[in-house]
């Protein structure tokens, strides 16, 4: 039997999607079904686009609330207080030079569910995610990458409150 995989968050992902889950279930549901409703109302229904608009809609919030609801069912969630804040771990916010740019850039260390580069948040299994993991201010990584080794120097760590 296959391993099921475990979704790893940190607090503030793992409150973000039970949000998101809770707005799904009792306020999207009941703006989707009034949708319908009127639309029901307006007539025949084979030739009514704001019924099929509704139905489709209908059909994508369910699909969502299924996979948030097996996302957090396979959740393990990552207590920032209890990584030692010495060490880059998961909700780790680390700030790095790209010793070849001469860059200094900031991460947050996620899982991959919370992964987004355009906000700053890496994944613990990206190549540099899963490089720094562990490691400890003034410390060197250097990650191989298709288009080359790139190394970085951690510049410092931080630990975010898990109440954000």
Do not use: C, W
């Not at 549901?29 to 109302?41: L, P």
């Not at 957090?72 to 010793?99: N, R």
């Not at 260390?109 to 201010?137: C, H, T, Y």
């Amino acid at each position: 039997m296959a391993e099921i995989k475990k979704n790893v968050l940190t607090q503030e992902g793992l409150k973000r999607y039970e949000e998101e889950l809770q707005d799904l279930r009792v306020n999207k549901r009941k703006e989707i079904a009034d949708k319908i409703k009127e639309a029901r109302e307006q007539g025949d229904l084979s030739e009514n686009a704001e019924y099929d608009a509704a139905k489709d809609e209908q059909r994508d919030i369910e699909a969502r609330i299924g996979e948030l609801e097996e996302l957090l069912k396979h959740a393990e969630v990552y207590v920032t207080e209890e990584t030692p804040i010495d060490k880059v771990g998961i909700g780790s916010l680390v700030k790095v030079l790209d010793i070849d740019e001469d860059e200094e850039l900031t991460f947050k260390i996620v899982g991959n569910e919370e992964a987004d580069s355009m906000e700053g948040r890496i994944s613990n299994e990206s190549p540099l995610g899963a490089a720094l993991l562990g490691k400890e201010v003034g410390e060197q990584v250097t990650v191989e990458l298709p288009a080359g080794d790139l190394s970085y120097r951690v510049l410092s760590i931080t630990k975010e409150s898990s109440d954000e």
